[in-house]
């Protein structure tokens, strides 16, 4: 078994036009020297107005630590996610079932399990989970919205689908109002130097791809975290943003910073 470790740095925003208001994103890292359990990272986008939203991210972070603290050693991975998903998924109803104002209440996730050789993603909306490997930044996460489903089809470009007007229509999502939740799965080899990246809607509708792939590529895992929060706001995030960034191992220099250097 690798012996590398993942290094990781999570930081949320409410964003420059939400200012005074709930920050309905949450984010959650489980990382600990004492724990066998691999490292569980998420990011969670709340709906709902004011007290939905919030308290739906919240919800779903919560159910997600609780029930991965549980999962006995030797369950597949992607049947802790299943289990995640669908554990958290029904915590939301509950909630609604004892107060009916938070009935519309909802909310994405994109979690992943890093493994020392192999990662597992899940995800339910439009928070995303990218790979970035040697200056290529590759998306792993599936969108469930209106716009994901152009994207699948090639009716459009993933830079059209980035300013949509329907990009922000989900498909699915957790939410007490559905009754059940397909949630999207993947596992992924991974190597020393691999950066992953997940984050909230507010993130990469405001950044381009390239953006993107200059800070993950360019900077360790904590100043990438700030930097693209600062970017967002700066592009005028109309949303909260979150992001986590987690790299396996030493940091491997880019191919411009080889460039650069004169190195091969």
Known sequence: MSSLQWHISASTDVGVKRRGRANEDAVMVIQSAFDPRP????????MGGYKGGALASQKVIESFEREYKKIAAGTS?????????????????RLAEKDESVERMGSTV?????????????????SRAYLYRRGELRQLSLDHSMVG????KGAITPEEARTHPERSMLTMSLSPKRGEVKSFMVEEKVMEGDVLLLCSDGLWSVLSHSELVTVVGDLDV???????????NISQAPDNVSVIIARLGKRI?????????GEN
């Open 253 to 261: 220099a880019s191919p411009t910073e080889d460039d650069e250097t």
């Open 110 to 126: 994109v979690a992943a399990i890093l493994g020392p050789d192999r990662v597992g993603i899940v995800n339910v909306g439009d």
């Open 77 to 93: 991975v992607k049947k802790i996610l299943e289990t995640l998903v669908q554990t958290a998924h029904n915590d939301l109803k």
């Open 39 to 46: 490292p569980l990272v998420v990011v969670a986008d709340g």
């Open 222 to 232: 904590q100043p990438a975290a700030e930097k693209l929060i600062e970017m967002a």
């Open 149 to 152: 489903e152009l994207l699948k």
